[in-house]
């Protein structure tokens, strides 16, 4: 151990090789191996940033070609809102009967009963719009009388259910909608409240066989 001592001490070359290499730049006692952790721990908390930036850059940018539709569509809607609005009572009842859907639906919410009956004769009402009518507590009898003669109509549920929710409805018109009811059905409706008195009593006397 003398004897290499006194070598190093005369070589500087058996000094260096023997000793801890320090890394060009580094604070004095930082060997390499400290500097590769140092590194190595920079990076890692570097990634989450790198991360993110890279979330960030992957946001989708504003659709132009939507915002543009939803533009047109608004548009639209006001041309349409102030055609409508200008019809005289003949043009309503002729539009009524041969308008699409955007037109039906407008022209319901702003005539009212003038529409009705014609827009339960255009062949292509919808259900949905059927049972929107249906509801109205103000339906004349005759209106009524319209939807309840259709037999497609009443073999929807959504209309049934607008139909005995309205309490201008006859007890005639009371039984004949009941009678073509699925027996499950028919059993709930004593059950709802929400139905007139008149409904939930006929079904009932139905259920017992008195009907």
Known sequence: EAARRVAAGSNP?????????????????????????LKLAR?????????????EDQQPEPDAKEDKEDKEDSEAART??????????????????????????????????NVWEPLLRNPRLTAPEVARISRMGALPRV??????????????????????????????????????????????VPTQTTLPFGVRDVARRLLRGEG
């Open 143 to 188: 209106i009524l009388e319209i939807i309840v003669s259709n037999v497609g109509w009443l073999q929807i549920p959504d209309v049934r259910r607008a139909l005995l929710s309205n309490p201008r409805l006859g007890p005639d018109q009371i039984t004949k909608i009941l009678r073509l009811m699925p027996k499950p059905e028919l059993r709930l």
């Open 13 to 37: 070359e058996i000094a260096t090789a023997s000793s801890p290499q320090i890394a060009v730049g580094s604070e004095p006692g930082e060997t390499n191996s400290t500097i590769g952790r």
């Open 43 to 55: 990076i890692e908390r570097s990634e989450p940033v790198i991360e993110v930036l890279e979330l």
């Open 80 to 113: 349409l809102h102030a055609r409508l609005r200008g019809l005289n009572f003949a043009e309503q009842i002729k539009l009524a009967g041969t308008g699409d859907i955007n037109e039906r639906i407008l022209l319901e919410r702003m005539y009212g009963k």
